[in-house]
């Protein structure tokens, strides 16, 4: 059984699987929080509501498990309940990453871990601890629930995202490094949307490229939609490259050009990977790692403080460029210029992903994932 209110469940529900309503935050205000750099980018009062809500709906369908994604209300709310809690989570998003989100050395290397410089080795661990300490105290919230209703397993901003007992890291080392890693954590690799089987892709795919290159353009869910249009501009000028955009639902005021732009709302991201010579996106973990599986060189035009680190580690292994959206929505023409650089460089930024690409082909972050749960729920049930 899932619960949530985003328009996305209907993914869900097409599956046959039974969703129920469950209070989210409004995405536009969290993102925009976010966005804005705000450390406290939920307030007590929505926090509570979250809370509130999972306990309502842990009554009502008495789960023997829960299993969470992003939701950082879960492991208070689990504890308070009594029930045993497995979260999936990126690697930047727990207290044992190995890299900050705001390194104070910046240099072209500062990402590279294990660090080759001695002062990163004595800096890094030190920022780590300094980032984690602001964060948990600004966003106080989370320790003063822990204490308020007396919970085993401390909750802080940090770890919120974490499980109580299972945490499943869709990341794979090599990319999203961590230090100290519990027993109870796993990396699993990479988990990406795929499209059920019953939706057809749009009439018009597969593409014929005769010769030219294809770029894919998708900002998952959580891109501005202003910049779907300035990247359209920008590609409707460029000759010689296909240009594909998924939209995720975020904008309909683009439409596709024959022979040149093709928009659509949803599509298979592997099959347009197998075909394309560039992706410009978000900096999402998932897009990122749907490119490296195919080799593809990376724009990313990162809009959170989690995407923009995801591009800082694809600048680290040569796999592609991020830029700010502001010099795009200002000057499209700096786009065009970056991605004529990135199809200029293709032979070597794609060598450069041959380790990743080899990698990546080996490994089921969904299945593992499923595997791991199910070997839980076996023996802790």
């Excluded at 629930?145 to 090599?174: F, M, Q, W």
Aim: aromatic share 10%; net charge neutral; glycine share 6%.
């Amino acid at each position: 059984m899932f619960g949530g209110e985003s328009k996305k469940t209907v993914f869900i529900k097409d599956e046959g699987f039974d969703v129920y309503p469950l209070y989210e935050p409004d995405p536009d205000l969290l993102f925009h929080n976010i966005r804005n750099g705000k450390i406290r980018f939920v307030d007590d009062h929505t926090l509570n509501m979250m809370i509130n809500s999972d306990l309502g709906l842990f009554e009502k369908v008495t789960p023997d498990i829960v299993i969470s994604d992003g939701r950082f209300s879960a492991m208070i709310s689990t504890q308070i309940y009594g029930v045993k809690h497995v979260a999936i989570v990126n690697g930047s998003s727990t207290p044992y990453r190995a890299i900050p989100y705001f390194p104070i050395v910046k240099r072209h290397f500062a990402d590279i871990y294990p660090p080759e410089d001695f002062l990163l080795k004595l800096i890094n661990p030190i920022t780590l601890k300094l980032e984690m300490f602001v964060f948990d105290n600004i966003m106080r919230i989370f320790k003063s629930l822990s204490n308020k209703y007396n919970i085993k397993h401390r909750v802080t901003a940090t770890n919120c995202l974490c499980g109580v007992n299972l945490t499943l890291i869709a990341d794979i080392p090599e990319f999203f490094p961590s230090k100290f890693l519990p027993q109870n954590y796993h990396y699993i690799g990479p988990v990406t949307w795929k499209p059920p089987k019953s939706k057809n892709p749009p009439e018009w795919w597969p593409i014929d490229k005769r010769n030219k290159k294809i770029a894919y353009i998708t900002m998952g869910t959580t891109g501005e939609p202003e910049l779907f249009q300035k990247i359209y501009n920008v590609f409707k000028d460029i000759e010689n490259i296909i240009c594909v955009i998924t939209t995720g639902g975020q904008s309909d005021s683009i439409k596709s050009i024959p022979d040149k732009i093709y928009v659509t709302d949803y599509m298979d991201g592997d099959s347009v990977m197998e075909k394309a010579d560039l992706v410009v996106c978000h900096g999402g973990n998932g897009t990122i790692y749907q490119a490296l599986t195919f080799g593809i060189p990376i724009i990313g035009i990162p809009t959170i403080p989690d995407q923009n680190f995801n591009m800082r580690m694809v600048e680290n292994i040569n796999g592609g460029i991020r830029i700010l959206s502001e010099n795009i929505l200002s000057n499209p023409g700096y786009l065009e210029n970056k991605i004529k650089k990135i199809i200029s460089d293709n032979f070597n930024l794609k060598r450069s992903l041959i380790h990743f690409k080899n990698r990546l082909k080996t490994i089921n972050g969904a299945e593992t994932g499923a595997r791991i749960i199910t070997d839980f729920i076996r023996n802790e049930l």
